[in-house]
């Protein structure tokens, strides 16, 4: 579609670069963010992501298939183990419900980095809380030791839910902070997430190659660690935690913005307003080649 790329867009496009050309950024809005693991399929894993989703509106609950079967459709190399460590370094907390080899192996990658040590709160079956296992003297221990939340949960996996108050209350331990100011965006994964997702929530629907190119024009000197599959695995992620959706254009696919999550911007207001910015994005791509067809789709869709 490229609607980004035409000519008619280039005075909304440069005037939000030169606003957005700033020494540091300061975000707004944040939310905490729970990567929750578990067994494949697991209904112990299902029941507390639901849970808070529910109970914590404020929070943002993913899994991280959600991100990995959108990303392991462009990309083949990727190992994930290693991606799910990405994950864990994006979120506030890890939980995982140790219940399969699988996050067996979660458990102890994980335990083998202070960071990550410091945000896993695991959740274990009871009936094997004294079992001199490995698992329990080795990376359970380690993380117990390190860990914000404190040591494992020791539920009961036929009713993991009468372990909920438990779990909240170690939630509650850590403070979120609603704001943040961050001079090297770049370094700072989970902010530049938030500003590409309120960038597609002006412009989209955009390809990755679009969002790539706009990063680009923003940042010139992060150019290597804006590479076109960074972009996408913020996107990927912005679809698990569901502010971001997507659609296929012309046999692309293209991201926007949740359209309940459009009224507030993550930058500072004073950067721009998002809804008047994307007002002004919608009147010249209304005016643009299958512009008025698009908009129409989704507006009897919403």
Request: proline share 5%.
């Amino acid at each position: 579609m490229g609607w980004l790329s035409h000519p008619a867009c280039f005075k909304l496009r440069d005037s939000l670069l030169g606003r957005l050309r700033r020494p540091k950024y300061r975000f707004r809005n944040l939310r905490p963010v729970y990567f929750i693991c578990g067994g494949f399929g697991s209904p112990r894993r299902d029941e507390i992501a639901e849970y808070l989703r529910k109970e914590k509106p404020d929070a943002l609950v993913f899994y991280a298939d959600d991100a990995w079967n959108h990303l392991v459709q462009s990309r083949t190399d990727l190992n994930a183990l290693e991606m799910e460590s990405v994950f864990a370094q994006l979120s506030d907390c890890v939980l995982i419900v140790v219940e399969s080899p699988g996050t067996f192996a979660e458990v102890g990658a994980f335990s083998l980095s202070p960071d990550l040590r410091r945000k896993t709160l695991a959740v274990t079956n009871r009936e094997f809380r004294d079992h001199p296992s490995f698992l329990n003297t080795g990376p359970l221990n380690w993380i117990a030791r390190d860990s914000s939340f404190g040591g494992p949960i020791h539920a009961d996996f036929g009713s993991v839910l009468d372990s909920i108050d438990q779990i909240l209350e170690r939630l509650a331990r850590v403070k979120h902070r609603r704001t943040a100011e961050v001079i090297d965006i770049c370094a700072a994964p989970k902010l530049l997430q938030l500003l590409i997702a309120d960038i597609v929530g002006i412009f989209g629907p955009v390809s990755v190659a679009e969002v790539s190119a706009f990063m680009h024009a923003l940042m010139p000197e992060s150019m290597t660690s804006l590479e076109e599959d960074t972009i996408r695995f913020h996107l990927s992620l912005g679809i698990a935690l569901r502010y971001l959706s997507e659609v296929s254009l012309e046999d692309e696919v293209h991201y926007l913005r949740v359209r309940e999550t459009l009224a507030e911007p993550y930058l500072s207001k004073r950067l721009f307003q998002l809804e008047e910015e994307r007002l002004r994005f919608i009147e010249i791509a209304q005016r643009l080649p299958g512009g008025p067809e698009f908009f129409y789709r989704m507006d009897s869709q919403a």
